[in-house]
């Protein structure tokens, strides 16, 4: 049973013979009264301050929640961007690798042709030579068979043969 402060200073008692001094019992009920009242006070105080701190400790295990989350979710993106990092660094290198050995490819491809090219031109210079060669032969034995040229050319080798000697 709850009793209220106004419900202890209201009791009455029965009067009986040689009983308790009403003037005390009165006092006392009075005084117990207001302390009841002051502790109930001081109760509901209590339980007004509790409900706050519930309520404050309610919310910072939501922000702890929120905190949590944000932190799982943020490592998460984290992994993420690392892994994407790398997968976007490996391509970016199998890609180089590739263009490298591409041009690398294209460099000896272009070094052959220019090898060929080289090899075509010589063959060409010795067949020029070859043939200005010949043609020159050709022309110096039309000269010495010439008769105008047969006979001063043999009087200019025999001087020449006098002073070779």
Not at 127 to 134: E, P
């Given at each position: 049973?709850?009793?209220?402060?106004?419900?202890?200073?209201?009791?009455?008692?029965?009067?009986?013979?040689?009983?308790?001094?009403?003037?005390?019992?009165?006092?006392?009920?009075?005084?117990?009264?207001?302390?009841?009242?002051?502790?109930?006070?001081?109760?509901?105080?209590?339980?007004?301050?509790?409900?706050?701190?519930?309520?404050?400790?309610?919310d910072?295990?939501?922000?702890?929640?929120?905190?949590?989350?944000?932190?799982?979710?943020?490592?998460?993106?984290?992994?993420?961007?690392?892994?994407?990092?790398?997968?976007?660094?490996?391509?970016?290198?199998?890609?180089a690798?590739?263009?490298?050995?591409?041009?690398?490819?294209?460099?000896?491809?272009?070094?052959?042709?220019?090898?060929?090219?080289?090899?075509?031109?010589?063959?060409?210079?010795?067949?020029?030579?070859?043939?200005l060669?010949?043609?020159?032969?050709?022309?110096?034995?039309?000269?010495?068979?010439?008769?105008?040229?047969?006979?001063?050319?043999?009087?200019?080798?025999?001087?020449?043969?006098?002073?070779?000697?």
């Amino acid at each position: 049973m709850s009793l209220t402060p106004l419900e202890v200073k209201k009791q009455e008692f029965e009067k009986v013979f040689r009983g308790y001094d009403p003037v005390a019992v009165d006092a006392f009920l009075e005084l117990v009264s207001e302390e009841m009242a002051a502790l109930v006070l001081r109760i509901n105080g209590l339980e007004e301050r509790l409900e706050a701190v519930q309520s404050t400790v309610t919310d910072y295990r939501q922000m702890e929640q929120a905190l949590k989350e944000t932190m799982a979710g943020a490592q998460r993106q984290a992994e993420e961007a690392k892994a994407a990092a790398t997968r976007d660094g490996e391509l970016l290198k199998r890609e180089a690798k590739m263009e490298s050995e591409r041009m690398v490819a294209e460099a000896e491809n272009r070094r052959a042709s220019l090898e060929q090219r080289i090899e075509e031109l010589q063959a060409g210079e010795r067949a020029f030579l070859s043939r200005l060669k010949a043609f020159l032969d050709e022309h110096r034995r039309t000269l010495e068979a010439h008769p105008l040229l047969a006979d001063s050319d043999t009087g200019h080798r025999r001087q020449e043969g006098t002073r070779e000697r």
